[in-house]
């Protein structure tokens, strides 16, 4: 008899973990995913979602007019000889070659900045303004605009004298050598830019102590993730528009967030979203992203030396382009990688978009809170097309949409939280304010 007992014991402190489990899966069986993810998505609806819809796909054209504007800026010179023009001039001031080439590049540059200022006045501050998505002035925004062009203007030049350098010494192969060039200036540019160029734009400090910092550093702790540095930057002097960035590599890397997510969110939302980009830092997305992006660009560069050397030697002499390593030669480099890059956009989106999934999943598994990320999904999709299509998500989305990182979100609230409940959220036109 005692015998039985005991076997009766141990059997059942057996199956009393598979009974458990097996409740908790009937319990979340009862939460249905699609629904839920429909509660959500419906919360953007009517003029809202149709002026948002409006605003992400007028980006597409936004992407074509621009190559297109490019390449004709760039005809302009080859049609009216003005890049030999901007080469003479620069061999009348120095002899170097090297400087000669810098120069040439500086009016290139400054060129291209004047003719294409309208379509970056239309497309930076009229487009955004008539979204209600700036903030800023026109004087403001000019600011902003007069420094990246500043920065545009030091570094630009300074790569094409470097890279028609490497041409000039290396006629045959010159676009790997230029490729690796150009992703270790990228890395450079990475490293930098948290303490050099962000700050330019924008006021840096440390987020004050509060449960906001408490929530992050104990994500970070639990991740295993430095915390001593958490900053918050002046977002809302441009726009409304939440967010928070994954900024530098090796000792500048940092996590920011902007005031607008501190101002427009619950703590569960933010918490979402710094697991989101504490994934980011784990998984090493900033270099990640960096070396693919160099892979992409060196095929655009391949293409690039097969077909400039044909441009040339067909049309070279009408337009007073000697040769490739000829600094003149600029627009026709101009015209081809424009009309390359079209082709690259699905690449590069895609690039981004697996990275930016991948760190979706970390941030629901760290932060455990997938109502807070719906809730945050839906905000964005204020100014991202909430529900596309999946050949449109996969050609012009460089972000998961809102419909794929809600369904993401209550899939992994179903798998993972026992006896969930459907939350029906209130419309997203009851907001205070649309998020940017």
Do not use: C
Request: hydrophobic share 50%; proline share 5%.
């Amino acid at each position: 008899m005692a015998r039985h007992i005991v076997r009766a014991l141990v059997l059942g402190a057996l199956l009393l973990p598979v009974a458990a489990h097996a409740a908790t899966v009937s319990a979340a069986g009862t939460f249905d995913v699609t629904a839920a993810t429909r509660a959500y998505l419906d919360t953007l609806s009517g003029a809202a979602r149709a002026k948002s819809d409006a605003y992400f796909e007028g980006g597409y054209w936004l992407i074509l007019w621009g190559a297109l504007i490019t390449i004709a800026s760039d005809a302009l010179l080859l049609r009216f000889r003005l890049s030999a023009w901007m080469r003479d001039r620069a061999a009348a001031i120095t002899a170097g070659r090297f400087r000669q080439t810098w120069i040439t590049a500086l009016f290139y540059t400054l060129w291209g900045m004047i003719v294409t200022l309208p379509w970056s006045i239309y497309r930076g501050f009229f487009r955004e303004h008539q979204y209600g998505l700036s903030n800023q002035d026109f004087a403001a925004w000019a600011l902003d605009y007069a420094k990246g062009a500043g920065i545009g203007l030091v570094l630009g030049p300074l790569g094409f004298a470097v890279l028609y350098a490497v041409i000039r010494r290396f006629p045959r192969n010159w676009w790997l050598l230029g490729t690796g060039l150009m992703g270790a200036a990228t890395l450079l540019g990475t490293m930098i830019a948290p303490v050099y160029l962000l700050p330019l734009f924008n006021t840096f400090a440390e987020l004050a102590p509060g449960p906001v910092r408490d929530r992050i550093v104990g994500l970070a702790q639990a991740n295993h993730i430095p915390a001593e540095h958490i900053y918050v930057f002046d977002a809302s002097r441009q726009s409304d528009r939440i967010s928070a960035n994954v900024s530098g590599l090796g000792p500048t890397n940092r996590i920011s967030l902007n005031d607008n997510l501190l101002k427009r969110t619950t703590l569960p939302e933010t918490a979402a979203v710094m697991g989101h980009e504490m994934g980011h830092y784990v998984m090493g997305h900033g270099l990640r992203n960096t070396l693919l992006t160099t892979l992409l660009f060196g095929v655009l560069m391949l293409g690039a030396s097969r077909i400039v050397p044909v441009v040339v030697a067909r049309w070279g002499a009408r337009w007073g382009i000697r040769d490739v390593g000829d600094p003149a030669s600029m627009p026709v480099f101009g015209i081809v990688l424009a009309a390359l890059s079209l082709i690259a956009v699905p690449l590069q989106n895609t690039i981004i978009r697996t990275a930016e999934s991948q760190a979706d999943g970390f941030g629901l598994n760290a932060a455990r809170e997938p109502d807070g990320w719906a809730q945050i999904a839906m905000k964005l999709s204020q100014y991202r097309k909430v529900e596309p299509g999946p050949i449109e998500e996969m050609l012009f989305f460089d972000h998961p949409s809102g419909a794929t990182r809600v369904r993401m979100g209550m899939q992994w609230k179903h798998d993972h939280v026992a006896n969930a409940q459907m939350i029906v959220p209130p419309p997203l036109a009851q907001a205070s304010a649309a998020p940017k």
